[in-house]
């Protein structure tokens, strides 16, 4: 809990992080605030049988009713930046959604307060409020209003929204007649367009095909180059390590660290790590989280060696990557895993010394070049690379760090649904009686 | 986006969470009007006929009632301008039990913006109750054609219906915020509210006037405050002869019982709903 400064402390723990600084100026950290937060609180208490009629109610009223209390969270306290990116992070049920719910005041807290510098809109889910009786107009004005514009600015932001949503010819149509593409589209037009001082999103990146991800992410480039307040929830650490000035890690309600946004990432991954799949064999082996490489550069090529981000359902592609020791790896292993938006792990590849071209060993400042020859057959979608390298120790214990790489967007058309469009063929063989 | 600059001087103030009527005045009343105008709109969307519906809906009841109470029971004989009355009535009494009835599952069924958006609570009934005015002011415009129709003589009292539908909206509004915010932890309150307003319905002098009810059960009725509210309303519109609110009552002192309720509930209601606004969202 001593971690609760502003980010002009750097970490101690890393060295120091190369890859994403120039991305990451300005320093805002001695900026005024636009959010404070002091000694946040909040419990939920959890009946153990819900009194949801008036006979139980009557029945059970001077009985003491069983509850139980869910501490959600404990005396947080931290700022926000004005124009900061601010990362939110942490497991399912650390508390990090309640948080933006009583920032966003949805939630009361039971004790501490919060301040806000002028108008906060909360995006918690694309669409809310929506209504499907209701044309896009309506529903656009209304949407307005309620993230605090007034009835004519509203009106006057209607043009640009559905220019944005590239939905102009449909204003007057009913949403229910929106197919559900459309539909993203607007809602997210509609969130842009609010212009609130501060904007508190939830994840909102996890809808839409890859191509609108994509507009997200430029979106989301956008806001921040013009110096937005935005705090973001999400559990995608490329989104932390690649838009984040500052992130913070919440774990069982309590503040585990805030600050370097890769730091974060680092202790997310490891607090995480039990459930990667790719770190199982590791871990019976007594794994324990160390930071021995860095990540030098990793991307994405075509066939003909030109680096792209979206890459073509079937097409082959290259995974490259660039890794350096920070220290001495002793018998490195290497497990790159590919994972989709849902965070499951479509595949994994590793090297481990002894394979071809792997050194026993790399001395502190090495650099190791890794390509991957992939031919796609990933059904479309947003698809993020993560890294595990391992070293030696003495005895059977071995030093782990997960890296997260690069991510990717495969788009086109893939027939049957599903995780992978599998090689191979289908055909009828024959028809009979 | 320039504006970003501008505001960078503001300092954090202090934010209260969730409430009633959070958010700003403009904005409560701006969200007020939208929703109200919407829901409106909404109702009639997909019907061929539209807005007719808005007075076809009290007109078909009241050509049974007025069937059932001129042809069969012959209440109306005895009463001036029965038809007018009737018709009035229905409209009236229709606008509180449309409104209430709605309200019950108000918030709930606002469910998304209540638990996603910080959304200003008191704007869910508060708009049903304003839709259920939007029509009101429809209907009145039928009943208005008829009073002249069947000869209703205009009178200077007219213009002191608003005040009598002030009184009416004022407790329907109340009715309307604590049933919504009921609902939300106990939801017998939906079945038991269709129950009480079926006896409202027939226990306010809707479809008789007060003074065809034996004089004994004049008590019991006059306790229910739409009772000297649907009377007052039938004086001041139709029939200056008639008893009106005190009278029916017993008096002025007699109406106390009536009104303290009235007063006892509107309290309740301001209370409850500002008790139990900032938890909404937990609770739903």
Request: glycine share 8%; with cysteine.
């Amino acid at each position: 809990m001593s971690s609760t400064g502003n980010g002009s402390k750097s970490p101690s723990v890393l060295p120091e992080d190369q890859t994403y600084d120039a991305q990451r100026e300005p320093d805002r950290s001695d900026g005024p605030a636009a959010i404070e937060v002091q000694g946040l609180s909040k419990a939920f208490t959890i009946p153990e049988h819900r009194v949801t009629h008036l006979k139980e109610r009557a029945l059970t009223a001077f009985k003491r009713t069983e509850h139980r209390t869910f501490e959600a969270l404990k005396d947080i306290s931290f700022d926000v930046r004005k124009g900061e990116f601010f990362g939110i992070v942490g497991r399912n049920g650390s508390g990090k959604s309640t948080l933006l719910k009583i920032l966003a005041s949805i939630y009361r807290a039971d004790s501490g307060t919060v301040k806000m510098a002028g108008r906060a809109a909360p995006f918690i889910e694309l669409g809310v409020g929506f209504n499907p009786d209701l044309t896009a107009v309506d529903n656009v004005t209304l949407n307005g209003v309620m993230m605090g514009l007034s009835r004519s600015e509203a009106r006057k932001r209607l043009d640009s929204v559905l220019e944005f949503a590239e939905l102009e010819e449909f204003a007057e149509l009913k949403l229910k007649n929106y197919s559900s593409g459309m539909m993203v589209r607007l809602a997210f037009a509609t969130m842009i367009q609010a212009d609130a001082d501060v904007m508190l999103i939830d994840e909102v990146l996890a809808v839409g095909d890859a191509a609108f991800q994509q507009k997200c992410m430029d979106v989301f480039h956008n806001l921040r180059d013009v110096g937005k307040t935005i705090v973001l929830v999400t559990h995608d650490m490329t989104t932390v390590e690649g838009f984040c000035h500052r992130a913070m890690l919440i774990e069982r309600g309590n503040l585990e660290f805030i600050g370097d946004p890769t730091e974060v990432c680092n202790r997310y991954l490891r607090t995480n790590f039990e459930d990667s799949l790719g770190v199982e064999a590791i871990k019976s082996a007594k794994g324990v989280p160390e930071y021995h490489t860095r990540k030098v550069d990793a991307w994405v090529e075509n066939g003909n060696g030109e680096r792209i981000e979206n890459v073509e359902i079937g097409t082959s592609m290259k995974l490259k990557m660039i890794l350096q020791a920070q220290d001495e790896l002793v018998r490195p292993t290497l497990t790159v895993q590919v994972r989709n938006a849902n965070s499951l792990a479509v595949f994994g590849m590793g090297v481990k010394s002894g394979d071809p071209g792997m050194p026993d060993r790399l001395a502190a400042g090495q650099k190791l070049e890794l390509e991957a020859d992939l031919e796609n057959v990933l059904a479309p979608g947003r698809y993020y690379v993560r890294c595990f390298v391992t070293r030696e120790h003495a005895g059977d214990q071995l030093g782990l760090q997960p890296i997260e790489m690069t991510s990717f967007v495969v788009f086109g058309m893939n027939d049957g649904g599903g995780v992978v469009s599998a090689p191979g063929e289908i055909s009828v063989n024959g028809v009979s009686a | 986006m320039s504006t970003i600059e501008a505001e960078s001087a503001e300092r954090p103030t202090l934010i209260r969470g969730p409430s009633a009527v959070g958010g700003g005045r403009r904005r409560f009343w701006d969200l007020l009007v939208l929703v109200a105008i919407m829901d409106f709109k909404k109702t009639f969307f997909d019907t061929a006929l539209g807005y007719v519906w808005s007075i076809m809906r009290p007109l078909m009841l009241f050509g049974v009632l007025l069937f059932v109470f001129t042809q069969i029971f012959r209440v109306g004989d005895q009463v001036a301008h029965y038809p007018v009355l009737l018709l009035l009535n229905i409209v009236v009494f229709g606008f509180f039990q449309e409104s209430t009835g709605a309200a019950v599952t108000s918030v709930v069924g606002q469910e998304g913006v209540v638990r996603k958006t910080q959304f200003p609570r008191l704007v869910i009934p508060l708009a049903v109750v304003l839709t259920g005015l939007f029509n009101l002011a429809v209907n009145l415009v039928a009943v208005l054609v008829f009073m002249f129709a069947f000869g209703v003589t205009p009178m200077w009292t007219w213009l002191l219906f608003p005040v009598a539908l002030m009184a009416l909206t004022i407790f329907t509004i109340a009715v309307s915020l604590i049933l919504s915010v009921l609902y939300v932890r106990y939801r017998d309150v939906g079945i038991i509210w269709s129950v009480v307003g079926l006896m409202l319905f027939y226990g306010t002098p809707v479809l008789y006037p007060i003074e065809v009810a034996p004089e004994k059960y004049h008590d019991l009725l006059m306790l229910n405050p739409l009772a000297p509210i649907i009377e007052q309303i039938r004086v001041w519109m139709i029939d200056p002869s008639a008893p009106g609110a005190a009278a029916a009552a017993g008096g002025y002192i007699d109406l106390l019982p009536a009104v303290v309720i009235y007063v006892v509930i509107c309290v309740l209601s301001v209370v409850l709903f500002a008790r139990e606004a900032p938890r909404i969202a937990e609770e739903l």
